[in-house]
């Protein structure tokens, strides 16, 4: 997994029907994680803009989030509320 | 998922058999994506080009798009007409 | 799999459920390792911060920690006491 | 997916036995792609050296080219013979 | 899959019990293979260190291994003995 902070989101009438409810949001990376920039995760919490979140991604998103036959790689699991050496 | 642009397509004549109809788009992320370059996603939405999409990757994509046993790890599953932050 | 040293560790009081008693270490994998940056790890070994630890990434995290249904892409599966050409 | 010409090939006389009877070409992504360098990709539909080709990574070479045993991570599954703004 | 040459391996006394007898080597990528660094791969084929080896990568290396529930995410998979433009 990855900590990022909510930056935005994004919104597409138009999409797969397995993805119908779901809600996207733009997720930059803390500087110093894995990644080389923003990813959108589906919001598997009710995370809002601004805070700080946990994001799960390949097949972890999909079925740690229930959303097994979804074409989703990459799920906000977490909402950070405190931390040792982030 | 990321978000990128429709720049082009690919046709491919000979190609594995479970790939029949599928129509292969390029996909160029944008700048500030989790991406090195472009991708080569199957549509399953209707893109075309110009387009902003929204694009699953990996198993996200081949199962999200009940392509369970085809060779795809890419697909357009959105077009994005909203977005906040993008 | 890659090495890496857990360099500290993240709290979500507000989670998705599967993921609940879990614990959430933050490792830095070595310099020469095939990463970008640190990794949030799923502990399944007991490793304490400045350990060196090997840490399975994707569908290997979730299946050989037997979280099958829950959002974890990276694990700690094992803490290194010896090497050769580290 | 991603697009790449076929620039050489590797042969493996000790192998893992799921692989017996495949072919390892040697596969060189278009310098735009979203890939850091060449992948080793079993060839599925007859590809030859000089060829531009489409490759599927990760589970989707494996399950779309019937190897679902076998440890593949990548597979030529097209020749590209057509393209718009590749 | 990608080529690389094993350079080392690592020892991991406390691990978990499904990486029981797995012996894990430190594969170095050819320069110009899609990876940024080194990976830490089972052995499936009896490597030695200086071997120059073929890996496969994610699902691929547990599953083609017959290491179905384990956390192994690398594999050596093959020795390299002859190759055109490599």
């Known amino acids: 997994m990855i900590v990022g902070k909510v930056v935005g989101s994004v919104v597409a009438t138009r999409k797969n029907e397995r993805l119908l409810g779901s809600k996207f949001m733009i997720v930059e990376p803390l500087k110093n994680m894995d990644n080389n920039g ?24 999909r079925i740690g989030c229930a959303m097994n036959e979804a074409p989703v790689d990459a799920a906000i699991v977490g909402i950070i509320d405190n931390s040792i050496g982030l």
């Open 38 to 61: 923003r990813i959108i995760a589906v919001d598997n919490v009710g995370a809002g803009i601004g805070e700080t979140v946990l994001v799960a991604l390949g097949s972890a998103a």
